[in-house]
């Protein structure tokens, strides 16, 4: 079967379309992580069953807010280990959200690109995509990464926190609780392949407009 210009640029879009569409609904949901009490040990204490987003925990069918506020807490009252959360939580929710933007402009450029058939644009887009989604960016000497670093942040994050309990309530006190990531977070890590293959894609189509440039006419 012979592989196209065409049959390229619209994989590449569908890629990107379904990477845009996965992360905002990962964004927008509250399945990040879980956390479960065992059934037979909860008879005698609160049942503690709940799953959070990014920005808001779900309890009991009840949704609160995240009593971690990283902007505007007073990092006065908290410890070393509790700064360095705030400062990931922090991280964390701009880095995806900006992601989130960056990735809706790429689909911007990919379609001027494919549309102009330009070898050029369609490399420097693929390169962009790239960059999104794995190359590092410093904010304020602290490096991150877009989308892989907002995932990769959140599972350090949700593990220190997790060790940060542990800590304070000791491993009996969460004998009974069972964590784990949720779907939000699978949907998150999606959209970072689709992204990873919508680069690659656009890469490919670019070559193969390159050879279709130069390949000689025949009158």
């Given at each position: 079967?012979?592989?196209?210009?065409?049959?390229l640029?619209?994989?590449?879009?569908?890629?990107?379309?379904l990477?845009?569409?996965?992360?905002?609904?990962?964004?927008?949901?509250?399945?990040?992580?879980?956390?479960?009490?065992?059934?037979?040990?909860?008879?005698?204490i609160?049942?503690?069953?709940?799953?959070?987003?990014l920005?808001?925990?779900?309890?009991?069918g009840?949704?609160?807010?995240d009593?971690?506020?990283?902007?505007?807490?007073?990092?006065?009252?908290?410890?070393?280990?509790?700064?360095?959360?705030?400062?990931?939580?922090s991280?964390?929710?701009?880095?995806?959200?900006?992601?989130?933007?960056?990735?809706?402009?790429?689909?911007?450029?990919?379609?001027?690109?494919?549309?102009?058939?330009?070898?050029?644009?369609?490399?420097?887009t693929a390169?962009?995509?790239?960059?999104?989604?794995?190359?590092?960016c410093?904010?304020?000497?602290?490096?991150?990464l877009?989308?892989?670093?907002?995932?990769?942040?959140?599972?350090?994050?949700?593990?220190?926190?997790?060790?940060?309990?542990?800590?304070?309530?000791?491993?009996?006190g969460l004998?009974?609780?069972?964590?784990?990531?949720?779907?939000?977070?699978?949907?998150?890590?999606l959209?970072?392949s689709?992204?990873?293959?919508?680069?690659?894609?656009?890469?490919?189509?670019?070559?193969m407009?390159?050879?279709?440039?130069?390949?000689?006419?025949?009158?």
């Amino acid at each position: 079967m012979r592989v196209t210009f065409g049959s390229l640029v619209i994989s590449a879009g569908i890629c990107g379309i379904l990477s845009f569409a996965f992360l905002a609904t990962s964004l927008g949901t509250e399945y990040w992580y879980i956390i479960e009490m065992n059934p037979m040990n909860i008879s005698d204490i609160e049942d503690m069953s709940s799953h959070s987003g990014l920005w808001s925990i779900n309890e009991g069918g009840k949704m609160y807010a995240d009593s971690i506020d990283s902007f505007t807490a007073d990092y006065s009252r908290y410890s070393e280990t509790e700064l360095q959360m705030l400062s990931m939580h922090s991280a964390i929710v701009v880095l995806l959200p900006f992601s989130l933007v960056l990735l809706l402009f790429g689909g911007i450029c990919g379609l001027v690109s494919s549309l102009a058939r330009s070898p050029v644009l369609l490399t420097g887009t693929a390169s962009y995509f790239f960059i999104c989604s794995v190359c590092m960016c410093v904010m304020h000497r602290s490096p991150g990464l877009l989308t892989l670093c907002g995932v990769g942040l959140y599972i350090i994050y949700s593990y220190q926190a997790l060790a940060e309990t542990e800590r304070l309530v000791g491993p009996e006190g969460l004998a009974n609780i069972h964590t784990s990531f949720g779907w939000s977070l699978g949907l998150a890590w999606l959209s970072f392949s689709l992204e990873l293959l919508a680069g690659v894609l656009l890469l490919v189509a670019a070559q193969m407009a390159k050879l279709q440039n130069s390949s000689p006419t025949v009158a």
